[in-house]
């Protein structure tokens, strides 16, 4: 228990970073699952970072005519279950985050981010694409969760070979 001003301050401050981990964590958990999101893919361990009634959308002119809005988990869950299905779309998919801003304000939190995705389709195309991500966060019992996810797509464009190659990786001699 705090014994001073000082102390109740110090003891806010650790709060705040202990939650700006958390966010980061369930930012990173999310990425990760959509990474290996493909065939047979439990919907559950994505939908269950977010909210009842989160909100997940593509903003921007292409985003948004691309993946559209979803209200409720349930209606998320159903966007992401066509990623589960035969054939597999993804032979290869990597979220890369950088450019991280999370703000804290008591019982939530904002983030934001730049997302490099290379992808590699089953169908032997490949895609560079670079969005802006910005979400919103609620803490609700001893959870982070997801209430608003926004992508808004800053290029894309298809590569000409895939992402995968065998060939020998460049190292010095």
């Given at each position: ?37 493909g ?10 970072l ?5 909100v ?11 993946f ?45 981010w ?16 670079c ?18 996810f926004?992508?808004?797509n ?20």
């Amino acid at each position: 228990m705090p014994n001073t001003p000082g102390d109740k301050e110090l003891l806010i401050r650790l709060e705040a970073l202990e939650r700006e981990g958390a966010v980061r964590a369930c930012m990173n958990r999310y990425m990760q699952l959509c990474d290996v999101l493909g065939v047979g893919f439990e919907l559950e361990t994505l939908t269950s970072l977010f909210t009842e009634d989160a909100v997940w959308e593509g903003k921007g002119t292409r985003y948004a005519a691309t993946f559209g809005r979803y209200e409720g988990r349930s209606s998320i869950a159903s966007m992401f279950a066509k990623y589960t299905l035969e054939p597999a779309h993804f032979a290869l998919n990597i979220h890369l985050l950088g450019n991280e801003m999370i703000v804290v304000d008591g019982e939530s939190a904002k983030g934001s981010w730049v997302l490099m995705q290379p992808s590699e389709f089953s169908s032997g195309k490949s895609q560079l694409s670079c969005a802006r991500i910005s979400a919103e966060f609620v803490f609700t019992k001893g959870e982070c969760l997801i209430r608003h996810f926004q992508t808004e797509n800053i290029f894309s464009r298809p590569m000409n070979v895939a992402w995968n190659q065998s060939a020998e990786l460049p190292v010095p001699k």
